[in-house]
């Protein structure tokens, strides 16, 4: 044995003859034992210590956050739930663990609806471990089903997406698939924030709302219309604070609505809107310098453009001044006054006031208007009265709240603003020129001759203008089919709200002796929504005849003889 | 000697705070999971809730019972009026005391204190 190893020997097994130097080395390997079990010890105890210090440490926790967060709420103005989370429980069975299948069938079938005892038996004698009986179960059925005791039933929870205002602006909130992503309305435009648990705060007032859906539904019962719609916009701001489009669905049952109830027509419904355009036409006239109120137009005979004779549903024998060209509605005195402003100063306006682009909604369901590519000079003229341009009622709510209102045209959105909003304002009109613009839709209303006296709610000081267009078919128009429009805004002392209505295809009814007029079809309705939405809104009746009313308003025309009052009616 | 009880003492502490430790983390963590079942149960409880108020809360069906029910309509305008419209009612009391005081005075003699001049008013 060579010396070195020798001396390794020595360590592991020491020469027995020599006892003190044995105890030194056991010493030795004691103390490294103790070492080393000190370490270990040491280690872990740290480890434990710090793992328990660390209280939100990923590797423990079981859930990571952010990512199972439930889908965000929809809310209105008011914080209203419109869209939501439900929690449901999902009923599974495990077929290898049934001890009496058909026993299990039976007792099942009468709290499985999309179930009978056949299709139930066949599930569970599956070959696997695991089938779905029902994925919304509810909290009654649920305890019902557990109180059976049946072996292999098992019970797992999850959630669905729930709309629980059944038709209420459901073109608006849109829908999910299966698997929570959103395929339409701000389902589909906000889905990245509703996604990452966000709650999305809408402009819509879910009480106005249903005012307007129920008003427009009822005229449509009355005059077996075939649709409507109604946009009602706070001028000032910009918020669209109902959006109704008729006949709408029930988002819970988003599979079973037809495509046509489906299709937005407030925001996406491309529409010639007739004689509500001439408030737009009376606005540019006056803002560009083309007329003003006192000026008369020669409208005793039909107007010629190229191969259009433009006529008059009333003739008139006498010339008429703006504001009677508004309040009887003259389609030639209008295309007067449009010739007058010029096609390319009437295309300027048009395309300020949004009304030959898309608007920027936040829903995918807008469109862009149709309009001619060429101004021509006929093109002038029928957009005086508002035909040869198709656009949706929520672009005519927010061109004619610029008209009416305050004179700028504000971005329309579909989200609450917040107090640090700054939405895209564009000055159009002076404040004078909407103030006529107001004073001559009040006429409208309030005159004894004027096209929308059924709009008239006393104390409210409603002011509009009555549309009545043929509608378009193949090849032309068709005189029988109407589109009856209202514009309305109030209160026209302090103008703070539009309101658009449309009624698609009204019928003439024995009531309305025959006529499917706007002013007969919509102009109710919307006297009615005004009386329900201004105690809501917060606007309160005043008295029409008091000097400090009528110093806000524009006085000094002539209707027919007489001086224009506000109290005609 | 003293090295390895020394040793042996503290491998017997440390072993007991170990375990001490470990059970108290195990109850914690017990109590956690209580907890967190809780608080998910009554979300989830909040949450039907939440949805049956939204539902049976719908302004088209609180308008047809409050309708039927209670016979309510809208309001007439005429029935509107703001609050500063509304006249103030007198305070009787402060009148009377007022006439008082002035009879008082023209007897005495005594001065009128400030303010007794007129009614006072009240909301």
Known sequence: MTPGLQKIRHLILPSRPDPAQSRQIAEGRLLICCLVALGIFVTIGTRIVGLANSSNDTHLSPKKPGINAERGRILDRKGRMLAGNLPVTVLHADPSEMMNASDAAAKLAPFLAQHDQKSLQKLLTKKTRYVELDRQLTPKRHSQILRLGIPGVYFAKGSIRIYPRDHAAAHILGHVDTANNGIAGIEKSMHSKLASGEDVILSIDLGLQSVIRSEIQKQIDKFEAIGGAGVLLDVKTGEMLAVASLPDFNPNQFSLASDDARFNRATKGLYEMGSTFKVLNTAIALESGAATTNQRFEVSKPLRVSRFTITDYHPHSKPLNVPEILVYSSNIGSALMAEAVGAKTQRAYMDKLGLLDRLELEIPEVSRPLSPKQWRRTTTVTVSYGHGISISPAHLASAVAAASGTGQWIQPTLLKRQKNDTPLRLRIFSEDTTRAVRSMMRLVVSHADGTGKFAEARGYMVGGKTGTAEKIQAGGYNKKANLATFVATFPTHEPRYVIAILIDDPKGQKHSFGYSTAGWVVAPAVRRIVEQIAPILGVLPVDEKSPLIRQKMLLDFTIGNKEATLASY | ?123
Request: avoid cysteine; hydrophobic fraction near 45%; charge should be positive.
């Open chain 2, 1 to 123: 000697m003293q090295l390895i009880l020394l040793s042996a003492l503290i491998l017997v502490g440390l072993g007991t705070t170990l375990y001490q430790v470990k059970t108290s983390i195990d109850e914690r963590q017990d109590l956690l999971r209580g907890l967190e079942l809780s608080i998910a149960n009554t979300k989830r409880d909040i949450a039907v809730l939440e949805a049956e108020w939204a539902y049976i809360s719908r302004p088209d069906r609180v308008m047809a019972l409050s309708n039927d029910l209670l016979k309510m309509a809208p309001i007439g305008q005429d029935r509107i009026l703001p609050l500063n419209a509304i006249p103030m009612r007198i305070n009787f009391n402060a009148v009377i005391d007022t006439k008082i005081d002035n009879a008082n005075w023209k007897k005495t003699g005594v001065e009128a204190k400030k303010g007794n001049g007129s009614a006072k008013v009240v909301r």
